[in-house]
């Protein structure tokens, strides 16, 4: 095995958790989130802590403390010059990320990717991609809105980090889908196709920064009064509820009324009240411990020479407000 005692003795990277010392024949895999420090990242290391510890391995679960991508590239970079038995990866950049992996293939390292994945170009570098049908995702996203506004409108569409796969993939879903295109056949940002339009400024990037994207929302409804829509591919601005409850509460006869139709990504604790009070009309959730925990799984099948599918699909969850007192539980 590559390294575990060495890894044991450097959990001080941002977030490293490394349990007691494990078995001579345990295993060490690395699993590294875009940032430590937000809702979605913790069922990541809760899946993963499980998943070793039925294995009798180890979970070194590591990221930047912020959404950052040189802070990410270099936590990388400091996980395989300490040495694990595999590595797990959600990109904030695929580009970048590739060119790091790259210099494994020499190694015989298993990687794989989950939640962000590499572009297709660079999926060779991995073995395989754990997590959510991104783009099927955003059209779960635009279905709750052609259902409530068959006509079309006007659309602003939030998401997080720029040139993230799996953010781009949401919002090319959610695009195609107001259009009724398929993927086959996708369009850019919308300007008339099948009565839909994104208003000046959008599509709207927070840099994965809550405050920031809270302060987005209250500006776009702000600026369009007589907005028809407001499509989030992630939970950001949710994840400050007073802030969305007052940005939200302002237009909540229109939202009431369904004149504003709210999609929003993501279906964790704090966002559930804001749909259970009308304040959001649909919310579709991944699932992040299965995540991590299927990530484990993966690395060490390949440790052991066993062959993975390349596509894990972990699902997701779809919620209206009837439904928020239970969705995401079972």
Partial sequence: MHGTIRLILAAALA???LATAAPASAKTYAVVVKTVN???SAPVKEGCEAAAKELGDTCYYVGPSVADEGQQLQVVNDVIS???DGIAI???NPKSMARIIARLKDQSIPIVTFDSDLLPED???RTAFIGTDNYQFGVELAKKVVELKPKGGTLCIQSGTAGSLNLDLRVQGVRDTLAGVGKDKPVGRLAGQNGWREVEGCPIYNNDNISLSAQQLNDVLTANPELDAFVAVGGWAQY?????RAAVGRVKDRVDAKALVISFGDAFAPQLPLLKDGLSHYQVGQSPYQMGFQSIKALDALSKGKTIPPYIDTGFVKCTP???DSCGKN
């Fill in 240 to 244: 400050a509820p007073a802030a969305y």
């Fill in 322 to 324: 009837d439904m928020a």
């Fill in 15 to 17: 977030g490293g958790t």
């Fill in 123 to 125: 999926a060779k570098l």
């Fill in 38 to 40: 937000d809702v979605f």
């Fill in 82 to 84: 300490k040495g694990v």
């Fill in 90 to 92: 959600s990109a904030l």
